[in-house]
């Protein structure tokens, strides 16, 4: 009887020694969340302007479009900057269609490459040539170096927001400005140097 109470004892001890131990880890893991800032979109080159004007350019498809300036939808516009060798514009490439139908965007895909390199980049990334640009003008004044690279264009042309992305999250991010008036988590952060400091 006496070695039955005691091996009760022992395992209730064992029992709020696990919960004390879980409750100790809770506590670390939510002080750690406080300290690393949700990254969105990384901006790392400045842009050459602030207002892409209107530039007429032709599908791989061999549609004439136009980008930037005042579009006659009214309608949001995302470029997405990939490259068909890119396992990350690969995996962005799905991601952001189904992102831009959520969130009611256009969206075009825009690449730098020879014609040949495009064409095998529509079966890599799984997209429609109708909605494939190849051009190295509109990267260069968009600032872009890198890709998957994402800028938001408003109706009017104007870059509300920019950067690299590699997940849902990073895109979720761009349409932050319209909310904080800020075009990244990271200008945000800067303008607010304590907003993740605990309360």
């Not at 039955?4 to 020694?17: D, H, K, R, Y």
């Not at 350019?57 to 997405?80: C, D, M, P, Q």
């Given at each position: 009887?006496?070695?039955?109470?005691?091996?009760?004892?022992?395992?209730?001890?064992?029992?709020?020694?696990?919960?004390?131990?879980?409750?100790?880890?809770?506590?670390?893991?939510?002080?750690?969340?406080?300290?690393?800032?949700?990254?969105?979109?990384?901006?790392?080159?400045?842009?050459?302007?602030?207002?892409?004007?209107?530039?007429?350019?032709?599908?791989?498809?061999?549609?004439?479009?136009?980008?930037?300036?005042?579009?006659?939808?009214?309608?949001?516009?995302?470029?997405?900057?990939?490259?068909?060798?890119?396992?990350?514009?690969?995996?962005?490439?799905?991601?952001?269609?189904?992102?831009?139908?959520?969130?009611?965007?256009?969206?075009?895909?825009?690449?730098?490459?020879?014609?040949?390199?495009?064409?095998?980049?529509?079966?890599?990334?799984?997209?429609?040539?109708?909605?494939?640009?190849?051009?190295?003008?509109?990267?260069?004044?968009?600032?872009?170096?890198?890709?998957?690279?994402?800028?938001?264009?408003?109706?009017?042309?104007?870059?509300?927001?920019r950067g690299l992305v590699n997940n849902r999250e990073h895109l979720e991010s761009l349409l932050?400005?319209?909310?904080?008036?800020?075009?990244?988590?990271?200008?945000?952060?800067?303008?607010?140097?304590?907003?993740?400091?605990?309360?």
């Amino acid at each position: 009887m006496t070695a039955l109470i005691l091996a009760q004892a022992a395992l209730w001890g064992t029992v709020l020694l696990t919960v004390a131990v879980v409750l100790l880890l809770l506590q670390r893991v939510r002080a750690l969340y406080r300290k690393i800032a949700p990254l969105g979109a990384l901006s790392p080159v400045q842009p050459t302007t602030s207002m892409l004007d209107t530039h007429n350019l032709v599908t791989l498809a061999g549609n004439e479009i136009s980008i930037g300036g005042t579009r006659g939808n009214g309608r949001k516009l995302l470029l997405l900057f990939v490259s068909g060798t890119c396992l990350v514009s690969q995996k962005m490439a799905s991601i952001t269609q189904d992102f831009c139908k959520r969130e009611n965007l256009d969206l075009f895909f825009v690449g730098d490459d020879t014609p040949a390199a495009q064409q095998a980049a529509l079966h890599t990334l799984g997209i429609e040539a109708s909605s494939m640009i190849n051009t190295t003008s509109i990267g260069k004044i968009l600032g872009v170096d890198r890709v998957p690279f994402a800028v938001l264009l408003a109706a009017d042309g104007t870059v509300e927001a920019r950067g690299l992305v590699n997940n849902r999250e990073h895109l979720e991010s761009l349409l932050s400005v319209m909310e904080t008036g800020h075009s990244s988590i990271q200008s945000y952060l800067d303008a607010h140097p304590h907003a993740l400091s605990p309360s």
